[in-house]
């Protein structure tokens, strides 16, 4: 999921940074451009079956409330998530720093 977090937001940049005089002439244009582009990264994390640190925040906390998971789950979900998560944000960063694109 750290990997199309960073897809979206580097999208977003590339295209909302490069509007040039479009962007002078409606000063809105490019923070418009830049908040229609970003959800990208939720949409790819949804259709690939991904899960965000915060969804498993809430949702493995309510379980463990609930009774139906112990703190031994909680730690290990969010351990598993937390680590995914960093590990596909920086092998994404890297991954752009090579191609030349940051």
Do not use: R
Request: charged share 5%.
């Amino acid at each position: 999921s750290g990997c199309y977090v960073g897809f979206g937001g580097l999208l977003s940049l590339s295209i909302a940074g490069n509007l040039g005089a479009a962007a002078s002439a409606a000063p809105g244009l490019q923070k418009m451009v830049f908040a229609a582009l970003f959800p990208v990264n939720l949409l790819l994390i949804l259709n690939s079956g991904g899960q965000l640190f915060t969804g498993n925040a809430a949702t493995v906390s309510m379980a463990v409330i609930e009774g139906k998971a112990t703190m031994s789950d909680l730690a290990k979900s969010w351990g598993v998530s937390i680590l995914g998560n960093i590990l596909g944000c920086f092998a994404f960063a890297c991954a752009a720093q090579y191609s030349g694109l940051l």
